[in-house]
């Protein structure tokens, strides 16, 4: 073995930079192994102890006896949390233990990656990280660019294979309860779906079978793990050529028999005794006599008997399923149960010791448990019983037979159950080997997954623990070796000056086991004597290993002579040798062997009759009577070292790698680390070992451009990237004095431990420098500024005190001149008062005097003015009664007249509301109350009219008495100027009663003023009233109509997405269903291909049509099968089916087409049925086609129940929502809702009686249609109306014009052709055929035409233009057939309907179109699938964003990785694009509908989003600022591409937004509690899980950016628990997942043959024109 010289390995403070005040450093410490603290004060070399503060603030001092006892280094803390252990800068026992302890409970990352060994801490929890959607991330990603994950493993594994042709192993190792078994299953589930995929075989359904199978039968609880493999086991699982699993193969190796017959405190015998003894009840199993697991000896020793959460009655059950799928018949599952169960009855098989000194034994003949024994086996139960008792001997020639004693016919039964159990087991594995061999062909590479027992010492280690901890020495020597060798590659490939030199390994320790007069040649050696024992072979090891040759790892223990110790790679054991020379014998009797060869069951004679012709026993010697014989048998230390040989030469020639597991806990509880246990399995699964092999090379290793990307400020001289190498090679050696800490290779320089951190502190110190430099720079620049602002405040300052003064001054001349001014104004105010006053007085008197002459003047006038009105008042009297009699007489009149007209009126009107009688009556209390209001409201305004007439009469007459007044009074006038006025004598009497008059009108005049406003208050009262009682009604209408239409839309969109998710199950199914065909097409072909002997036979297309024949003549869908929806009461909120027509999963067409796999068809029939051949040349193989018949059936029950679960839900819904409608309408207890409901209930009847009236007025139109038809042609049964424009073909032509439109058509004349031009011609010769009165031959056409179609879309299952053309062509020919369907047609007199029953041909339409949609979708998916994550995170848009990032790190990248693509041939954003026009081209060019390409592009929009995404969840590397903007920017390329296609309100769009927020956490602030909460309220598509793993592989890519701290994630975490309708708590998105498709109905043009331009290359010249 070689390895690199290592001149000075130890990291201690002496050699490394890290010595000063502040430094991290790791000691040691009794519980947690390592705590960190930090130096108090510089260390110099020579002083005896260091000061240091430990993390919880203890201050401690460290004794430094020599510069090798300095505690090691800490590393920085942006390396905290790193992915793989080898990318610390200093490399060391603390360092990995603290960096597991984060990733593991800080950030629950169980896998952590140490160069190529995989860690996984087993997390004693269900993670959501296994899902399809996990294996779909992994798969074709390289390891270098994911998080650590068991699939990334395994991914590495099957790429490598793939690539190189080379064979694989995963070596999975670790203790009892570190999850090596769920780490094996997972690896063969990855290779099974990512192998098993393309061909759809059941391969890969028998390889994941035969775990729950070896679970049962190997595995058992152990105090540290309640499902531990008790075997170790290979599994070589067998690629073809394309990369898919054809086939695999078991090996298993030491099984622990021992177990069968005896368990320790707290632990349980094998799984598969504990499921039988559950199922004892059942039926089958009553014939076995089991009982509780208590009875049997061999269960009950551990004294717990049950697992916590494990159910064994459902484990038997998938046990059994497991061996069905495998092939095992249930009889001989039967046959292997009983064999069990006999083990179990044998261990209570009571042997009682006789004879005086007890040497002697016997079993009662009564004895319950030997019957049942020998009665499940067949065989003897007195042979049985006497051969368990004696035993053979030969002696001088003679047999003789020679009673045992107790306990040794204690331990021959317990040998004889061992062996039984062993022989079974090995059984089992064979038939499983021969389940999982391949029958397609010769394997050209397989992946081995070795999942082996981990190091073991317990308290008392005997011979299982040996061979298991020498396996491990075997294991951990070719390890180290691989690690050297890899570590030689990459030495060798950059051409490094290193020194080759030996070195001491575990070969010591395997030669001390396994060599020459090794332990093993003793042990058998001395199984060979008549009379060996454990204490004589003990005594020979301590002879030859202590005394003659010692050996350095042989020791003796003090206290003991009967156990030896041996110092392992991992720890020093010691092994008790009690029973080492029975195990390694495992002898059984001859005698016992041979009354199982004669038992009656085929099972058990089929078991030990194979022993019997083999060489040797695989699991055991048979001991006999003859010397010779016993000499030729082979022990199990000789068959387990024959066994592990060939395993290290399977590992040798294949490539490795390697998975360490981790048992964090003894207790296990979930995310709970104890460090003491997690070192001591670091230190014995070679974890330690790598690192210090990479510590003892040049673990860090730096290419020569990131180098001079990142320490190009240490760098001197002119500087560029091309000439990186040179300016690193000068450099170096002032940066790094000791040219043995680094080396120059062809591309990358190379680094000791802890180099790195030198580098990264000498590049602290030069940016600190310059940032020195530069702050002073800076300041100077600063301080000259501030100086400049002073000298101008000082100028300012002093020039505003002098302008100060000026103003000051010129203020004072401005008070001067002010006073003066005021002086002058007081003087001429004072002057102008006086004048003011006396003018004023005069005014005054004159006022006074002109008043009293007024006064005299208008008491004159007033005396006048009351004659007057006197008069006026008596003649309006006389005049008022003259109108009110004229007044009444016409209004009598009136009424008169308007009572005769309203009682004509009334008559007429009673006439029409004959037929709403019932409406009126309902509506009667209404309809009173608001005759009431409105007679009420027309009399008031009646009085009111009549008032304002009285008043405005009353006004007109006062009006024309002021008027004559007025005349009067300027005659007078004109009288008085004419000669002088005679003053009249007025008595004071005429004054009075003038005044009186006076009085009395103003208070009538008042009365009526208060009276009229009144009246006008109770019409307004009453208006108001109206109005509020009409708003009322009107509120309360509105809420009803309001709550009913809330209801009718929740119930309307609980029947959507209940529709949708039956849509997404029905397409599920019919997608399967497809795979189920295509599977048994698979089968069919692999069978005519192993029949035919010579050559190759080719079907035409005629016969290649036939395979898949739909039934001529099937069940027609009857009205209850239309399904829930039209029971509905809400049909009326649904679209209509002429609006869209929608894919129901109440379609039958999965039992029509099913309905050829009627369990009670016979074989003839079913091939009949199949349309298959019946020559015995192309017969099937009954076995597959049983396999296919049976899938099939499952389908066909699977949906059948799905659709009566369906029927009957919906019908409970529905029922729950009429319910809650009248529990809603009821509860209004106001007497208008009453009313209301009574209303809407009589609107309703009212509806229902006119729809029925409506229809049968249909009906009798079209009966009178007919019966007119029927009279005017009496001798023909088809209709007069004459369709033209139909094609006529001959009935013998039809094959060829399938041929020629469909079959043979060639795709370059296809896609010249017009849009759907295939199916108008079908259509219409179709159509003719039936007008012909030839049903059965237009049904039969129709049928042909559907399956050429789908043998056309399975012929281009790769083309998208021909997929999108067939699609078009099958929606076009369904939307005729429903257009003419007589259930479509009865609404329309232009069109005559076809007069065959097509429904079923529309029903597998409509199927059909699901599938060539679903198909079209595939093919842009896995064309898509490869250059999403490179085009849309990869590729750098934006050139130079991201080029100065270069991690902190080293290269995980292996060898023989793939090289990444560079420069024009990386997939880019414009190949995405260029995918999705391709798309979008084919549809468009067959005027698809534009609902179906939104449809199609929200789909895809999802694959790439969710890709994309899980994608950015699995990769640190994209989690950074800079990534961020690109992918942004990428995204928003595809957002414009789809908002130019106009595709984007089908949400589209929408499906992005799950990544654009990813990409927004990205770049946004990640420091305070605010940005906390705006990062919740923005990521709303995001779980809680993604945004918390996003912030967590958030990594920095410059020194301006910060990690993430794990107190902002926690109040991330915090804030996120109260968030409201948050998405569903996944990490990865589903890939897979589909939406539902809706087609929409177009009624397509009236077809005819003269508006059709058939091109002449279609060759069907031979149609007519009808």
């Not at 062996?419 to 499983?432: A, D, K, S």
Request: proline fraction near 4%; charge should be positive.
């Amino acid at each position: 073995m070689v390895c690199l010289k290592n001149n000075k390995t130890t990291l201690d403070l002496q050699k490394l930079p890290a010595k000063e005040n502040g430094a991290s450093v790791w000691v040691p410490d009794p519980d947690a192994v390592w705590v960190s603290a930090q130096l108090l004060q510089d260390y110099r070399p020579g002083d005896k102890q260091l000061q240091l503060q430990l993390s919880n603030g203890n201050e401690v001092r460290y004794s430094v006896d020599s510069p090798s006892d300095l505690p090691p280094l800490g590393n920085p803390d942006i390396l905290e949390g790193e992915n793989d252990l080898t990318a610390l800068s200093f490399l060391h026992e603390p360092a990995v233990l603290h960096n597991l302890r984060v990733r593991f409970l800080d950030y629950s990352c169980i896998y952590t990656y140490c160069g190529i060994v995989l860690v996984a801490i087993n997390p004693y929890d269900q993670l959501p990280i296994y899902g399809e959607e996990v294996i779909d991330a992994y798969s074709g990603q390289d390891m270098t660019d994911m998080e650590p994950h068991i699939f990334s493993v395994a991914e590495e594994a099957y790429r490598t294979m793939t690539r190189e042709e080379r064979n694989q192993s995963i070596i999975i190792s670790g203790e009892s309860g570190s999850g090596k078994t769920v780490s094996a299953k997972f690896t063969m589930r990855y290779f099974a779906v990512v192998g098993g995929a393309a061909q759809q075989t059941s391969v890969e359904e028998r390889v994941l079978a035969s775990n729950p199978i070896m679970e049962s039968i190997g595995n058992a609880k152990t105090t540290r793990n309640d499902n531990s493999s008790r075997f170790g086991k290979y599994i070589e699982i067998g690629f073809g050529r394309k990369g898919d699993i054809i086939g695999a193969n078991m090996r298993t190796y030491l099984l622990e028999k021992s177990r069968v017959v005896f368990q320790a405190s707290e632990e349980r015998n094998y799984h598969i005794f504990y499921q039988l003894c559950a199922s004892r009840e059942l039926p089958e199993m009553r014939s076995l006599k089991l009982d509780a697991p208590e009875y049997f000896r061999y269960t009950n020793q551990g004294g717990q008997v049950q697992i916590p959460d494990t159910d064994d009655l459902s484990d038997l059950e998938r046990t059994r399923n497991a061996f069905t799928i495998l092939g095992v018949q249930p009889d001989q599952q039967m046959e292997l149960f009983r064999i069990l169960s006999a083990v179990l009855h044998l261990g209570n098989v009571d042997i009682q010791a006789s004879g005086r000194s007890s040497d002697r034994s016997y079993i009662d003949a009564e004895d319950r448990s030997l019957a049942v024994f020998s009665k499940l086996l067949g065989v003897e139960g007195s042979q049985m019983a006497h051969w368990l008792c004696h035993r053979r001997l030969a002696v001088g020639g003679e047999m003789l037979v020679k009673p045992m004693t107790g306990q040794q016919a204690l331990e021959a039964r317990d040998a004889l159950s061992k062996h039984i159990y062993g022989q079974l087991f090995t059984w089992t594995v064979q038939r499983l080997n021969s389940a999982l061999r391949t029958q397609k062909g010769k394997t050209k590479s397989f992946i081995g997954v070795l999942d082996i027992y981990g190091f073991e010492t317990f308290e008392r280690n005997s011979f299982e623990q040996f061979c298991i901890n020498y396996a491990n020495e075997k294991l951990q020597q070719q390890f180290n070796r691989h690690v050297f060798h890899l570590e030689q590659e990459e030495y060798v490939r950059e051409e490094l000056a290193w020194d080759r030199i030996e070195f001491s390994d575990n070969q010591q320790c395997i030669d001390l086991i396994e060599g020459h007069l090794g332990m093993f040649d003793l042990l058998d050696e001395e199984c060979r004597m008549p009379k060996g024992s454990d204490e004589n072979w003990v005594r020979k090891l301590y002879d030859q290993h202590l005394t003659s040759m010692p050996h350095p790892h042989f020791r003796k223990p003090r206290m003991s002579n009967s156990a030896f110790i041996i110092l392992h790679f991992a720890d020093i054991v010691q092994y008790e040798c009690d029973g080492f020379l029975d195990k390694n014998r495992d002898t059984v009797f001859e005698e016992l062997i041979n009354i199982l060869k004669a038992s009656q069951s085929e099972l058990v004679a089929e078991l030990f009759q194979q022993q019997g012709n083999r060489p040797s026993v695989a699991n055991g010697s048979i001991r006999s009577g003859t010397r010779a014989t016993r000499e030729h048998k082979l022990t199990v230390g000789f068959q387990f070292r024959q066994s592990l040989q060939m395993l290290m030469d399977t590992l040798n020639s294949t490539t490795p790698h390697y998975v360490r597991c981790i048992k964090p806990n003894d207790l296990k509880e979930p995310f709970m680390f104890d460090p003491k246990r997690t070192v001591q399995q670091l230190r014995a699964c070679g974890v330690l070992e790598t690192i210090r092999i990479s510590a003892a090379g040049y673990p860090s290793r730096w290419t020569y451009e990131e180098f001079f990307s990142r320490y190009r400020v240490l760098l001197q001289g002119y500087q560029s990237q091309q000439h990186a190498q040179a300016l690193c090679r000068q450099a170096m050696s002032q940066l790094i004095p000791d040219p043995n800490q680094y080396c120059f290779g062809k591309t990358k320089v190379f680094f000791r431990a802890g180099q790195v951190a030198l580098l990264e502190r000498l590049r602290a110190e030069r940016l600190r420098m310059a940032a020195v430099v530069i702050q002073s720079w800076v300041k100077g620049w600063l301080a000259r500024i501030r100086y400049s602002r002073i000298v101008w405040a000082t100028v300012t300052i002093q020039r505003y005190c002098r302008g100060g003064l000026a103003r000051r001054l010129a203020l004072i001349l401005r008070y001067t001149k002010a006073a003066l001014v005021i002086q002058k104004t007081y003087r001429m105010l004072v002057v102008r008062q006086l004048f003011l006053m006396i003018r004023q007085a005069t005014i005054t008197i004159q006022a006074f005097t002109r008043g009293t002459l007024a006064r005299r003047r208008y008491r004159q006038l007033v005396a006048e003015r009351a004659a007057v009105l006197l008069q006026a008042s008596v003649r309006r009297w006389l005049a008022r009664r003259a109108y009110r009699r004229v007044h009444a007489a016409v209004v009598f009149m009136q009424c008169c007249v308007r009572r005769r007209a309203a009682r004509r009126e009334l008559l007429k009107l009673k006439t029409e509301a004959r037929s709403v009688e019932r409406y009126r009556e309902l509506n009667k209390g209404m309809e009173v109350k608001l005759m009431q209001l409105q007679l009420r409201v027309d009399q008031e305004a009646r009085q009111s009219a009549a008032l304002r007439e009285t008043l405005n009469a009353e006004r007109g007459a006062a009006g024309a008495e002021l008027e004559a007044l007025r005349a009067i009074i300027k005659k007078l006038e004109n009288q008085k100027q004419e000669k002088p006025p005679s003053v009249p004598v007025i008595s004071e009497k005429e004054v009075e009663e003038r005044k009186k008059a006076e009085e009395k009108i103003a208070q009538q005049i008042l009365q009526l003023t208060q009276e009229l406003q009144a009246l006008q208050k109770e019409k307004d009262s009453v208006s108001t009233e109206k109005e509020e009682l009409s708003a009322r009604l009107l509120d309360q209408e509105k809420a009803q109509n309001e709550c009913v239409r809330k209801a009718v839309l929740q119930a309307s969109a609980a029947l959507q997405a209940e529709l949708d998710q039956e849509k997404t199950k029905y397409q599920g199914l019919l997608r399967e269903f497809t795979r189920l065909e295509q599977r048994y097409d698979n089968l069919r072909e692999m069978s005519l291909f192993t029949e035919h002997t010579k050559g190759h036979r080719r079907n035409d297309s005629s016969q290649s049509l036939s395979l898949e024949p739909l039934s001529p003549s099937p069940t027609p869908l009857s009205p209850q099968s239309l399904g829930p929806f039209t029971a509905s009461p809400f049909t009326s909120a649904l679209p209509s089916p002429e609006e869209v027509r929608r894919v129901s999963v109440t379609s039958p067409s999965f039992e029509r087409r099913l309905s050829v796999w009627n369990s009670e068809t016979p074989m003839d029939q079913l091939m009949e049925k199949m349309d298959v051949a019946k020559d015995p040349a192309v017969k099937m193989k009954r076995e597959d086609l049983e396999l296919a018949y049976d899938a099939v059936r499952v389908a066909n029950k699977f949906l059948e129940s799905q659709l009566r679960n369906q029927h009957s839900q919906q019908e409970k819904e529905l029922e729950a929502l009429r319910c809650q409608l009248s529990q809603s309408i009821s509860s209004s207890s106001s007497a208008q809702a009453q009313e209301l409901q009574e209303l809407l209930e009589a609107r309703e009847h009212e509806c229902v009686r006119l729809r029925r009236e409506l229809k049968e007025l249909r009906n009798i139109s079209s009966l009178r249609r007919l019966l007119t038809q029927e009279t005017s042609c009496p001798h023909h049964s088809k209709p007069t109306a004459a369709v033209t424009g139909l094609l006529e073909c001959r009935k013998k032509d039809e094959t060829k014009l399938i041929k020629n439109l469909i079959t043979d058509i060639r795709v370059d004349g296809a896609l010249s052709l017009p849009p759907g031009l295939p199916a108008s011609l079908l259509f219409l010769c179709v159509r003719q055929a039936d007008c012909s009165g030839d049903q059965a031959r237009a049904r039969s056409l129709c049928s042909t035409t559907v399956t050429a179609m789908k043998a056309a879309l399975k012929k281009h299952i790769n083309d998208v233009d021909m997929t999108a053309l067939w699609l078009k062509n099958l929606c076009l020919l369904h939307d005729l057939l429903i257009q003419h369907s007589p259930q479509r047609t009865l609404d329309s007199d232009e069109q005559v309907p076809l007069t065959a029953d097509m429904s079923d041909v529309i029903r597998t339409l409509s199927d059909l179109c699901i599938q060539a949609y679903q198909q079209l979708l595939t093919i842009s998916g896995k064309r898509l699938h490869n250059i999403i994550v490179p085009a849309l995170l990869e590729s750098e848009t934006i050139t130079g964003l991201s080029g100065s990032a270069v991690k902190l790190g080293v290269s995980r990248k292996r060898a023989g990785s793939d090289p990444r693509p560079v420069g024009g041939d990386a997939p880019t954003m414009a190949s995405v694009l260029r995918e999705l026009g391709a798309l979008h081209t084919a549809m468009t060019r067959q005027f698809l509908p534009q609902s179906l390409l939104e449809q199609a592009f929200r789909q895809l929009t999802h694959v790439i989003c969710a890709s994309a995404l899980n994608n950015l969840l699995l990769r640190k590397d994209m989690c950074c600022w800079s990534r961020g903007m690109q992918i942004r920017y990428n995204v928003s390329l595809l957002e414009e591409w789809l908002r130019s296609r106009d595709v984007q309100a089908g949400g589209a769009v929408t499906t992005l937004e799950p990544l654009i927020q990813a990409v927004q956490l990205l770049q946004v602030g990640k420091k305070t509690e605010a940005d906390a909460q705006a990062i919740v309220q923005t990521c709303t598509a995001l779980s809680s899980q993604q945004i918390v793993k996003i912030l967590t592989l958030y990594t920095p890519q410059s020194d301006l950016d910060e990690r993430v701290t794990l107190n902002f994630i926690r109040i991330v975490q915090g804030l996120l628990k109260g968030r409201s309708a948050s998405p569903p708590p996944q990490l990865l998105m589903d890939l897979r997942r589909e939406f539902p498709v809706t087609f929409p109905h177009l009624p397509p043009p009236v077809l005819s043959a003269k508006e059709l331009v058939i091109p002449d290359s279609l060759k069907i010249s031979f149609l007519r024109k009808a």
